[in-house]
């Protein structure tokens, strides 16, 4: 796969579909490589007539990386977020929605449609937010407004989420992301453990990098409540969401979809915090025929 530099930095990215047709990037969330997006959903969205850009954010994947960044501990820096202190944070949300941006500059296109799911659905929103005039639509998915007021995440979730693996050994780094899949994955839908294992496995080669979590996750504490900032998203915008997200409820997908004027909502049964092969077909479905609608 190959780089380019974007922002500044250097990150790695791919492309499927005709250069020629209308140019779709994809967010994808906190810790997780672009190899999240699985490619079943990538040449299904190419299959529909979109030039799809996938990208490993900054600090993960095969990305640069931030070797030696400290950031503070949560409980403080949560601490100082809600007095008002300045933020102590590597880098913000914001710098990470330049960075793609970054990403079309370097591949020269003018505007996108922007999908962007859970952590990478809020890179999303501030892009629509601070760059407008490169958002041709928006796709929210299984993301939220960063309201602390709405409901939190189940604590199996998080707590898996959070968890450092005891060491760097395969087998023990492959056993810690069958258990985090598991933990925030869809309980409506069954997965075949031996092709899950295999996956996770992929990725666990590909790059393994732990800390590039906590820095992302201090981001995401840092940027706070996005409900009013995104009354000015003008591109339109689709939200979708599982109704048995246990990491990020369906709510917070509700609250995005209602502070974003015109917005609109689709909500599955079953369906958790991951992209699982019989939500491939109806997610691709909905993004195309969004971002046509859009175009």
């Known amino acids: 796969m190959p780089q380019i530099t974007a922002n500044g930095l250097q990150l790695e990215y791919d492309e499927h579909g005709h250069q020629d047709n209308p140019p779709l990037l994809l967010v994808m969330g906190l810790g997780a490589q672009m190899t999240f997006w699985p490619i079943e959903l990538v040449e299904a969205l190419a299959a529909r007539g979109f030039r799809v850009i996938r990208f490993d954010n900054r600090d993960i994947g095969l990305s640069q990386k931030f070797d030696g960044v400290k950031v503070p501990g949560m409980i403080w820096h949560l601490v100082r977020k809600r007095f008002g202190f300045p933020p102590k944070v590597p880098y913000s949300l914001s710098d990470m929605a330049a960075d793609a941006v970054g990403v079309l500059d370097a591949l020269g296109i003018e505007k996108a449609h922007i999908v962007g799911a859970s952590m990478g659905g809020m890179i999303a929103q501030l892009i629509a937010i601070e760059h407008p005039h490169r958002t041709q639509s928006l796709t929210s998915i299984f993301s939220t407004t960063g309201n602390a007021k709405l409901p939190q995440a189940d604590k199996p979730a998080i707590e898996a989420l959070t968890k450092r693996p005891t060491s760097m050994d395969e087998e023990v780094l492959v056993d810690h992301g069958v258990m985090v899949s598991n933990a925030i994955g869809s309980p409506g839908f069954e ?103 859009a175009s």
């Open 191 to 293: 997965r075949d453990p031996d092709e899950q294992r295999e996956w996770v496995r992929a990725n666990v080669r590909r790059s393994t990098y732990p800390e590039g979590l906590t820095r992302q996750m201090a981001a995401i504490i840092d940027d706070g409540d996005r409900t009013s900032r995104l009354a000015s998203v003008t591109a339109p915008t689709l939200v979708l969401h599982g109704e048995d997200d246990p990491l990020v409820k369906v709510e917070g997908g509700r609250a995005t979809a209602s502070a974003i004027p015109g917005a609109q909502i689709k909500t599955w049964a079953g369906w958790g915090h991951d992209l699982p092969a019989q939500m491939i077909e109806p997610i691709a479905d909905s993004i195309a025929a969004h971002a046509q609608s």
